[in-house]
């Protein structure tokens, strides 16, 4: 299992993981947050492949197993001021996919030790990242990985 850095050549294939994740996301979201795919839904995804690569402060990585990109992390570099905490330099996870066929093999747990390194070379602080609370899979995978809880953050449909 190969783990790099995304580049312009992966956007058609991010496109194609982002599409599987976000049905995934649908799958473990409250009934009363359910998500509904806008027309045009499709078109965007390499739009938003292509932002992500381009953003200076985010980071894509993707496993590669024999040429085939089966996962990636998707992780946003920010500086975190609070009047609870001390002013900390963060590593947000925004996206973290594995196609099905490869899970349980670790290469969730390879792509958040590349970006955890990656964070860490960078003098980061901290590496943080939201999970669903019905995803117990993800949840499990983060305890191991070490991650603990520190706030739960609620959401109010208006």
Request: hydrophobic share 40%.
């Amino acid at each position: 299992m190969k783990i790099r850095r995304a580049n312009k050549n992966d956007i058609e294939v991010l496109a194609t993981l982002l599409d599987s994740f976000d049905k995934e996301v649908v799958r473990f979201s409250p009934k009363s947050f359910s998500l509904k795919r806008s027309p045009g839904f499709q078109d965007n995804l390499e739009r938003l492949a292509r932002s992500m690569l381009r953003n200076r402060k985010s980071v894509v990585l993707v496993a590669e197993e024999n040429g085939e990109c089966v996962g990636f992390v998707h992780g946003g570099f920010y500086l975190r001021k609070s009047f609870l905490y001390p002013k900390q330099k963060m590593m947000s996870v925004h996206d973290l996919f594995v196609l099905r066929k490869f899970r349980e093999k670790g290469v969730a747990t390879l792509l958040l030790e590349a970006l955890r390194k990656r964070s860490k070379a960078k003098k980061y602080d901290l590496l943080e990242i939201g999970v669903s609370p019905n995803n117990l899979a993800a949840k499990n995978l983060y305890r191991k990985f070490g991650f603990k809880v520190r706030t739960e953050r609620l959401w109010l449909k208006l």
